[in-house]
């Protein structure tokens, strides 16, 4: 008989952005040097799956998928959603939109509202395009 650990349910999500990478106290040529084109305003078709794990036992089912998806739905597609990460999206102000802050900001945003659904986040991958992505693991 196998023995399992732990099952996780996963969730793809798509949401379109802009976003440009760049320091205020930099100028438009040591941004350029730094981030490359990536320095202007520029647009990504993201693609984000999240991970969840049941807290406590989870019986047969560890999460209601489509439960999973009205909560990040709620509280991340609906505010980043066809944005400026820059600009528009309030629980990333202030924050240097690379993947990789993306990706720890929409973690912060998701926990507790996972865990009201009986879940708990295992991982996060957010891609920006085919050949770049950023994976989250939690413990």
């Not at 939109?97 to 996972?114: C, D, F, G, Q, Y």
Request: glycine share 6%; with cysteine; net charge negative.
């Amino acid at each position: 008989m196998i023995k399992v650990k732990y099952i996780t349910v996963s969730r793809c999500f798509r949401f379109s952005a802009a976003h440009r990478l760049f320091k205020e106290e930099l100028s438009a040529e040591e941004n350029e040097k730094l981030f490359g084109k990536c320095s202007r305003l520029h647009g990504h078709d993201y693609v984000m799956k999240v991970s969840v794990r049941a807290l406590g036992e989870g019986g047969n089912m560890v999460v209601n998928v489509s439960t999973l998806g009205e909560v990040v739905e709620k509280e991340v597609i609906s505010l980043i959603d066809h944005k400026n990460l820059n600009t528009d999206v309030p629980f990333l102000a202030g924050v240097l939109p690379t993947m990789e802050n993306i990706a720890k900001k929409i973690a912060e945003k998701l926990e507790e509202p996972l865990q009201g659904i009986g879940a708990e986040l295992y991982e996060l991958t957010l891609a920006e395009s085919e050949k770049n992505s950023v994976t989250l693991h939690f413990v």
